[in-house]
T-cell receptor
Framework: DVKVTQSSRYLVKRTGEKVFLECVQDMDHENMFWYRQDPGLGLRLIYFSYDVKMKEKGDIPEGYSVSREKKERFSLILESASTNQTSMYLC???????????????FGEGSRLTVL | GDSVTQMEGPVTLSEEAFLTINCTYTATGYPSLFWYVQYPGEGLQLLLKATKADDKGSNKGFEATYRKETTSFHLEKGSVQVSDSAVYFCALRRISSYKLIFGSGTRLLVRP
């Protein structure tokens, strides 16, 4: 069974703390993504990585950075957490296909971050 | 830019009722279209997809037809069950793009 695992389901952090969200996939997928999910806004892309050590900004990268040192792991970093980063964070992965990916995105269960 | 618009929820239905969740899109060219479903406490999973005009995607009794002329991809099911209660997301992806663009999601609640 395919699996995308996010390290923490629930986190509570204080303003200004550095936060790491980890995501691991066991499917040998090239592409990995970080989205945030907010009510009424759907999913918005923060960053994606099309392969190891490769990354590109999504639609809302401000305040975030990412790291992809190994193919199976994609980390999202909040350098200095702020209250407006309270959200549900979803990691996803996808096998690279000929047309940049007609294939399915596989999602983790999400990490709900609260910044106080 | 590209965008997806879904009907606002929540949609509340009785078991065995007919379901339609509207989805329209704005995109250049011929995007691929998707419906994802998120059950309570879980991540999203692909429900169905269509990659060209007039294609019909189907899965688990759900169907959606890619209508280029109306730029729509409405989700339908003839008889919903309580277990279909979830949030449904419409999404598009342009060819040669890595990015999947999601709508805001529609919550469906099915009552026994």
């Amino acid at each position: 069974d395919v699996k995308v695992t996010q390290s923490s389901r629930y986190l509570v952090k204080r303003t200004g703390e550095k936060v790491f969200l980890e995501c691991v996939q066991d499917m040998d997928h090239e592409n990995m993504f970080w989205y945030r999910q907010d009510p009424g806004l759907g999913l918005r892309l923060i960053y994606f990585s099309y392969d190891v050590k490769m990354k590109e900004k999504g639609d809302i990268p401000e305040g975030y950075s990412v790291s992809r040192e190994k193919k199976e792991r994609f980390s999202l970093i909040l350098e200095s957490a702020s209250t407006n980063q309270t959200s549900m964070y979803l990691c996803a992965s996808r096998k690279l296909a000929g047309d940049y990916g007609a294939g399915e995105l596989f999602f983790g269960e999400g990490s709900r971050l609260t910044v106080l | 830019g590209d965008s997806v618009t879904q009907m606002e929820g929540p949609v509340t239905l009785s078991e065995e009722a007919f379901l339609t969740i509207n989805c329209t899109y704005t995109a250049t060219g011929y995007p691929s279209l998707f419906w994802y479903v998120q059950y309570p406490g879980e991540g999203l999973q692909l429900l169905l997809k269509a990659t060209k005009a007039d294609d019909k995607g189907s899965n688990k009794g759900f169907e959606a037809t890619y209508r280029k002329e109306t730029t729509s991809f409405h989700l339908e099911k003839g008889s919903v069950q309580v277990s279909d209660s979830a949030v449904y997301f419409c999404a598009l992806r342009r060819i040669s793009s890595y990015k999947l663009i999601f709508g805001s999601g529609t919550r469906l609640l099915v009552r026994p």
